[in-house]
T-cell receptor, first 114, second 111 residues
C-alpha cells in the first residue's frame, strides 16, 4: 500500500460543483502539501500545513480551501469548480523543516471540470 | 525569467548512450537542489539530491554550479527504463513553501 494515498484518483465534474480531494498518509510526517500540475508548467503549491492547527496559503490558493482533520489527513476542496482547475493534483508530505529533505508524493488525482 | 528553467526536450537517445540535462535557477539564495523523476501520469519521486561537491549514484551524476546558478544531471549507459521526465527542483531559504519545480525534461531511450 502507498504511504501517501489520494482519493479519488480520477474525477470528472461540471462547472460550479463542489469537489473534495482527500489525502491520507502513514509516514507520520507533520508537513503536508497540495500541488497542482499543468502541462508546460511546473508543480505549483496550493496550500500547505505544518501541523493540525497550521494552514498556509501557497502560490495559487484562490478558488481552493483545505482542511487538516488529523496529522494523517489533509483535504483539498474546490468550492465551485471551474474549467481552468482541470489539472493533476498531488498531495505530498515531508519531515524536513528546512526543505532539504525528500518530498513524498501521492499517486495524484486527475480532475476534469467540464 | 523563470525561477527554474529546463529544456523540455524530448531527448531521444539510444540505449547505452550518455545524456546530460541542465537546469538553471534565478534565486542566488537557493539552498537545496534535487532531481526528481516522473513517469508518465505518475507521481514525482526523488532521484537524487544535489550537493555542492557533486554526487554520484550508480549511473547518475549530479553537479551544482553556484557561480553560474545551474545544476546538471548526467546519465551514463542509458536504459530503456530511464525513459521518464526529469524534474529540477530548487528550494530557497524558508522550507518547502519556497520550493520551485522546473517543468521537466523528457527523456526517451530507444532500443
Amino acid at each position: 500500500d502507498a504511504d501517501v494515498t489520494q482519493t479519488p484518483r480520477n474525477r470528472i465534474t461540471k462547472t460550479g460543483k463542489r469537489i473534495m480531494l482527500e489525502c491520507s498518509q502513514t509516514k507520520g510526517h507533520d508537513r503536508m502539501y497540495w500541488y497542482r500540475q499543468d502541462p508546460g508548467l511546473g508543480l505549483r503549491l496550493i496550500y500547505y500545513s505544518f501541523d493540525v492547527k497550521d494552514i498556509n496559503k501557497g502560490e495559487i490558493s484562490d478558488g481552493y480551501s483545505v482542511s487538516r482533520q488529523a496529522q494523517a489527513k489533509f483535504s483539498l476542496s474546490l468550492e465551485s469548480a471551474i474549467p481552468n482547475q482541470t489539472a493533476l493534483y498531488f498531495c505530498a508530505t515531508s519531515d524536513s523543516p528546512s526543505g532539504a529533505g525528500e518530498l513524498f508524493f501521492g499517486e495524484g488525482s486527475r480532475l476534469t471540470v467540464l | 525569467r523563470k525561477e527554474v528553467e529546463q529544456d523540455p526536450g524530448p531527448f531521444n537517445v539510444p540505449e547505452g548512450a550518455t545524456v546530460a540535462f541542465n537546469c538553471t535557477y534565478s534565486n542566488s539564495a537557493s539552498q537545496s537542489f534535487f532531481w526528481y523523476r516522473q513517469d508518465c501520469r505518475k507521481e514525482p519521486k526523488l532521484l537524487m539530491s544535489v550537493y555542492s561537491s557533486g554526487n554520484e549514484d550508480g549511473r547518475f551524476t549530479a553537479q551544482l554550479n553556484r557561480a553560474s546558478q545551474y545544476i546538471s544531471l548526467l546519465i551514463r549507459d542509458s536504459k530503456l527504463s530511464d525513459s521518464a521526465t526529469y524534474l529540477c527542483v530548487v528550494n530557497g531559504p524558508g522550507g518547502y513553501q519556497k520550493v520551485t519545480f522546473g517543468t521537466g525534461t523528457k527523456l526517451q531511450v530507444i532500443p
